[in-house]
């Protein structure tokens, strides 16, 4: 796999950057840009989870409620290949860690919120295909900074039009 990688220049790039991400490995990060065939065929990131079978079912009939379970449905071999990262990165990746953390209390089995992780994984490595970035640990601080930031400037406009 590297030999062949490593002749291409634009995969080998695009590999890079989701091997950026803590806790994903080069076998990992090929083994599902391998089996989405470089995500070319996939337009969002439910369509990807559809796909990897990692979309949520509901099972229920007329006054009968049963468990959300995941489909299954789609490609095995990608979940079998994001099983083993998303345990590294429960441990290593400070922003899936949280994600886990925050999940795993609510759910009654922990490899509930482990798939979960995977799921998000998959399409965090489908976003940094496409917008070709590297990972960034503190993307979700960023974020919620900026947000606040909005929140505080729309709180002054009110504040000077009730004034």
Sequence with gaps: MRILI????????????????????????ATIVGETLGFESVT?????????????????SGNFKGKTRISKKGNSYIRA??????????RCNPTLKAFYNRLKPNKAKPLV????VQRKLLI??????QNEENY?????NKKQQKHEALAAQ????????AS
């Design 44 to 60: 969002n990131g439910k369509q990807l989870a559809s796909y990897a079978g990692y979309d949520v079912v509901l099972r229920e």
């Design 81 to 90: 290949a994001l099983h083993m990262p998303s345990m590294t990165c429960v």
């Design 136 to 140: 960034d640990a503190e993307f979700e």
């Design 6 to 29: 490593s002749e291409d220049q634009t995969l080998k790039r695009k590999l890079g950057f989701l091997e950026s991400i803590p806790g994903i490995s080069f076998i990992s990060a």
């Design 154 to 161: 729309d709180n002054n406009l009110i504040n000077q039009f």
């Design 124 to 129: 965090l490595m489908f976003t940094l295909w």
């Design 113 to 116: 919120a482990l798939v979960a």
